[in-house]
């Protein structure tokens, strides 16, 4: 089993951007776990994005919406 951290976006509309994704990526290599980032879009519902140790920021980026339906 792995430990799950799950962090929440406080931003409003818009996707996680390089700054934070990087700072998941650091969490789960340091601490050997999986970090589970939500957010929320108005009118969409909830997203997330899940980082496990030794992902890069280009895989993490790779499952992002591209867009979001209403």
């Known amino acids: ?8 976006h406080d931003g409003n509309w818009i996707t996680p951007d390089d700054k934070e994704i990087k700072e998941c990526i650091e969490i789960a290599n340091k601490e050997n776990c999986i970090v589970r980032l939500r957010w929320f879009v108005r009118y969409s519902g909830w997203y997330k994005l899940e980082v496990a140790k030794g992902m890069t920021l280009e895989e993490c980026k790779s499952q992002l919406p591209t867009c979001y339906p209403v």
């Open 1 to 8: 089993m792995k430990l799950v951290k799950e962090y929440l």
